[in-house]
C-alpha cells in the first residue's frame, strides 16, 4: 500500500463538506486528496483546513484559465492555503503561465507556506483526438499538442503537466524526470472508463512515467471504496 499512499490522488468530487470529511473518515490510508471545482465552488476552501489538521497532501484542482493579471492574482491567493499542487490551463499563454507562478510563489511567502507545484492542463482527458481536429479546430495531432503545451509549460517555469497516461512516456522523455506528471484518467481494468476517452490501468500509467495518478469513481462510488483501494494498491505493489 506504500506505493498507492505515494502516488495515488483522490478526489474528494462532492458537494457538501460533510461529504468530503465522511470520505476522509472512510479512507483514512489515502494521504493524497483532491479538491476540484464541485467541493470549491460549493463549500469555498473551508476543506482545506480539515485537510491540513490531519496531515493530508492537498492538490488544488482549479483550473485557472484568464489574463495575466487574473490569473496572478488567483495564484498569489491561492498561494496562501498551503496546498501542495496547483493547475493552470497552458492555453492561458506564456505571459499568464510565467505570472501565475512568479504570483504563487509571492504569496506562499506571505503565508510562510512553501510555494505549491504549479503544472498546466495539457488537454482534458476527457477530449479525444476527433474532439480537437473537429471541436476545437487544432490541425495537429493529439500527442503532438499534449507535448507541445507541456513543453510551454516547463519554458515558463512550471513545476509540471496534467496529461493523458498515453502521453506520459513522450512528455517524460522530452521534458525530464524532474518535470511533474499528473495523471487522470486512470482506470483499473475492472472499473468503468466513464467519460474518460485515455485511460491506462494504474500500473500502465505509473511505468509510463506519471509521478502521480488521480483515481476517483473507481474508488469513492465503489459499493466498499476500501476494498477498492486495496485493490489498487495491491496492482501497484505488483509493479
Known amino acids: 500500500m506504500v506505493l498507492a499512499a ?3 490522488i483522490v478526489p474528494l468530487d462532492v458537494s457538501r463538506e460533510e461529504d468530503a470529511i465522511a ?3 472512510q479512507l483514512p490510508e489515502v494521504q493524497f486528496w483532491k479538491v476540484g471545482l464541485e467541493l470549491f465552488v460549493s463549500t ?7 485537510l491540513k489538521h490531519r496531515q493530508k497532501r492537498i492538490f488544488l484542482d482549479l483550473k485557472f484559465h484568464d489574463i495575466p493579471n487574473t490569473v496572478a492574482g488567483a495564484c498569489r ?6 496546498v501542495d499542487l496547483l493547475t493552470i490551463h497552458a492555453t492561458c499563454g506564456r505571459k499568464a503561465l510565467q505570472a501565475a ?14 510555494p505549491p507545484k504549479l ?50 512516456a513522450q512528455l517524460r522523455q522530452v521534458c525530464g524526470d524532474e518535470f511533474l506528471l499528473v495523471c487522470p484518467g486512470v482506470r483499473p481494468k475492472w472499473a468503468e472508463t466513464g467519460d474518460q476517452s485515455r485511460t491506462f490501468t494504474p500500473s500502465e500509467a505509473i511505468k509510463a512515467g506519471a509521478d ?19 485493490k489498487i494498491g495491491d496492482e501497484l505493489a505488483n509493479i
Open 77 to 82: 491567493a491561492a498561494g496562501k492555503y498551503g
Open 44 to 50: 469555498g476552501a473551508g476543506i482545506l483546513p480539515t
Open 23 to 25: 470520505l476522509l473518515s
Open 119 to 168: 503544472i498546466a492542463i495539457t488537454l482534458l482527458t476527457s477530449l479525444n483526438s476527433r474532439d480537437l481536429a473537429f471541436d476545437l479546430k487544432v490541425p495537429i495531432e493529439l500527442p503532438e499538442y499534449a507535448l507541445q503545451m507541456a513543453v510551454l509549460a516547463k519554458e515558463s517555469g512550471l513545476d509540471g503537466a496534467v496529461c493523458s497516461p498515453q502521453e506520459a
Open 6 to 8: 505515494e502516488k495515488v
Open 212 to 230: 502521480y495518478l488521480v483515481i476517483g469513481r473507481p474508488i469513492t462510488a465503489a459499493t466498499n471504496p476500501q476494498e477498492a483501494w486495496a
Open 101 to 114: 507562478k512568479t504570483a504563487l510563489v509571492e504569496g506562499a511567502a506571505e503565508a510562510g507556506y512553501p
